[in-house]
């Protein structure tokens, strides 16, 4: 279908209403930028303001009056002053009436008072229609343009019509607005730009406690065992060797962490018999963050991967080859090729390569511009059966990299098993019960639960079976 060229905008404002006149009270930081936008997309503003003679640096285009004055001009008013400050606006009751008020406020904490400031300006002025909006944008963002962070406006408000014409503006300025509902939406829109990745905080502690754990049990095995058994210097091995087995480790566990929690709530829901009672916080909050442990997961692996591509140059590496070169030739003797350390070593290559792969794309289908374009059941093949089998491909390339030695006494040092044996423990009981519950006479009791049947519901007259009256507590047991 032809594009007209209005089409190319997905809202643009017809001429009569090009010269909308909006109000911005207050002409610092983000009241002049948000003015010199709207000046752009063609509305004409008037600031109010304590000091209209005083007031500079204002955009061109832009009139400047009293509060008082500049509110008589215009139905919508945008309040581009803190909150401390909204004090002068009980006097403006009167010429306020009916008008819509757009609260954009912040605050410097979360929950810094008892209620949200939108919901504060709705009590200073009760006669006026308060939404909330714009307040995740920052004014440089606006007057920069480098708007690539965030274009998501969160609108909400109590009246649907003044909240529809803030709404028409956000999606003039080329943003786009999000309804969140009734003003009491407000206080979690004024937290959201006060938190600091709330969804990251478990994976990155997690990621670090791995890390620190997996590097000192690799130092103890590696390094001070080979100094105290034969005072050999294995420091070095601390720049490469050992994070090339931390961040592989890291990376394994963490992807079986992703899955862990999906097959507890599977054996919740058999346990319980109904899929109707929620999961306890704690796997509530581990399942909200699986997208980020995977993240952090896909990070540790491309880490591994990078530090594997360079094992052929190092000089302990290409040292131990000469030397391993040397002796052999001293002692004429040559080494038998072995098919068998061939084969080992080539698959668990080749496993980890695929297991990579796989991994890349759980990444790239992460992405919104690529999610958005799948639909649900799309998604949930690629994340869980194609991440199960990237799950299987990683755990494979590290049983088979341990080969021989996988569970021999012989790699016991200070009776510690290698690094990799004890990574692999997560990923082998969450396969082994992902595949206990694929089982068909399982997977058929857990499809039906998940479809809404209930061990224990009461049958009704009419056969049909209604919901146990279980109310929706938290479930404390667990
Ligand atoms: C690189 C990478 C990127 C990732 N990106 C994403 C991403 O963008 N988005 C994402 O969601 N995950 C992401 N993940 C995590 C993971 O791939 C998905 O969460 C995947 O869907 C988990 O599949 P699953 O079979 O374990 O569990 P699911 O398929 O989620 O759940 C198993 C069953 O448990 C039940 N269940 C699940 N959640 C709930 C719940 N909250 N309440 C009640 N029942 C529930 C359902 O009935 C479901 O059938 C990513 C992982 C990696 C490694
Ligand atoms: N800066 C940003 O990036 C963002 C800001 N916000 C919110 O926008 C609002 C304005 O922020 P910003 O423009 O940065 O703040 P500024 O301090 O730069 O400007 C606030 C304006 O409020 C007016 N004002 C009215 N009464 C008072 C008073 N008693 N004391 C001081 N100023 C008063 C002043 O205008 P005049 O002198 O003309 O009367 C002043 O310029 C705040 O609520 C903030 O939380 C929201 C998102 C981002
Ligand atoms: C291109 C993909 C990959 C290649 C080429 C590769 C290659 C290797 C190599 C050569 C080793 C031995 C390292 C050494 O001896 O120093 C190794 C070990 C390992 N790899 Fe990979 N790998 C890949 C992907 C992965 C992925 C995706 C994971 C897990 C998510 C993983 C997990 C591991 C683990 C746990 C070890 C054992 C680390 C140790 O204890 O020493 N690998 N890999
Ligand atoms: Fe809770």
């Given at each position: 279908m032809e594009?007209?060229?209005?089409?190319?905008?997905?809202?643009?404002?017809n001429s009569s209403e090009k010269q909308e006149t909006v109000c911005i009270f207050g002409t610092g930081d983000f009241g002049r930028s948000l003015a010199l936008k709207m000046l752009q997309c063609g509305y004409s503003i008037v600031f109010g303001s304590r000091n209209p003679q005083k007031s500079s640096l204002l955009p061109n285009g832009a009139e400047v009056l009293s509060y008082s004055e500049a509110a008589r001009k215009s139905d919508i008013i945008i309040i581009a002053v803190h909150r401390e400050h909204y004090g002068f606006l009980t006097e403006l009751t009167e010429v306020l009436k009916g008008k819509t008020l757009v609260d954009i406020s912040n605050n410097l904490k979360i929950n810094q008072y008892p209620e949200s400031n939108a919901e504060y300006l709705a009590q200073l002025v009760p006669g006026a229609h308060v939404v909330k909006a714009f307040n995740t944008i920052s004014a440089w963002a606006l007057q920069s343009g480098a708007l690539d962070a965030n274009r998501q406006v969160f609108v909400c408000g109590n009246d649907s019509k003044a909240k529809q014409r803030v709404m028409d503006i956000v999606r003039t300025l080329g943003l786009t607005p999000l309804d969140q509902g009734s003003l009491m939406a407000a206080k979690e829109i004024e937290n959201y730009p006060l938190q600091l990745f709330p969804m990251w905080k478990f994976p990155f502690y997690l990621s670090a406690f791995l890390c620190v754990f997996f590097f000192f049990y690799c130092v103890i095995r590696d390094v001070i065992y080979p100094y105290v058994n034969g005072g050999k210097d294995s420091t070095f091995r601390m720049a490469i060797s050992i994070p090339n087995r931390v961040f592989p480790?890291?990376?394994?566990?963490?992807?079986?962490?992703?899955?862990?929690?999906?097959?507890?709530?599977?054996?919740?829901?058999?346990?319980?018999?109904?899929?109707?009672?929620?999961?306890?916080?704690?796997?509530?909050?581990?399942?909200?963050?699986?997208?980020?442990?995977?993240?952090?997961a896909l990070g540790?692996?491309?880490?591994?991967?990078?530090?594997?591509?360079?094992?052929?140059?190092?000089?302990?590496v290409r040292w131990t080859m000469k030397n391993r070169t040397i002796t052999q030739a001293t002692a004429k003797r040559e080494d038998p090729f072995s098919t068998s350390t061939a084969w080992l070593s080539d698959s668990y290559v080749a496993l980890g390569i695929l297991g990579f792969f796989l991994f890349v794309l759980l990444g790239i289908t992460s992405l919104p511009s690529v999610s958005n374009t799948v639909n649900w059941r799309e998604f949930r093949f690629v994340q869980s059966k194609l991440g199960y089998l990237t799950l299987?491909?990683?755990?494979?390339?590290?049983?088979?990299?341990?080969?021989?030695r996988f569970l021999s006494p012989s790699s016991l040092i200070w009776y510690l098993p290698s690094a990799y044996v004890i990574a692999l423990i997560i990923p082998c009981i969450v396969l082994v019960i992902k595949f206990v519950l694929v089982l068909p006479c399982i997977d058929k009791t857990l499809t039906r639960i998940r479809q809404g049947w209930e061990r224990n519901a009461k049958p009704t007259?009419?056969?049909?079976?209604?919901?146990?009256q279980s109310s929706v507590h938290l479930d404390s047991e667990l």
């Open positions: 594009k007209t060229s209005t089409d190319a905008f997905p809202f643009t404002m480790i890291a990376a394994l566990t963490l992807l079986a962490l992703v899955y862990l929690p999906g097959v507890i709530a599977a054996i919740l829901q058999l346990y319980r018999g109904t899929k109707y009672r929620r999961f306890p916080d704690w796997l509530d909050h581990w399942m909200l963050c699986r997208k980020q442990l995977g993240l952090v540790f692996a491309s880490l591994h991967v990078l530090y594997t591509l360079v094992i052929p140059i190092r000089y302990y299987i491909l990683c755990t494979a390339h590290t049983m088979v990299y341990g080969g021989k007259l009419n056969g049909e079976r209604y919901l146990k």
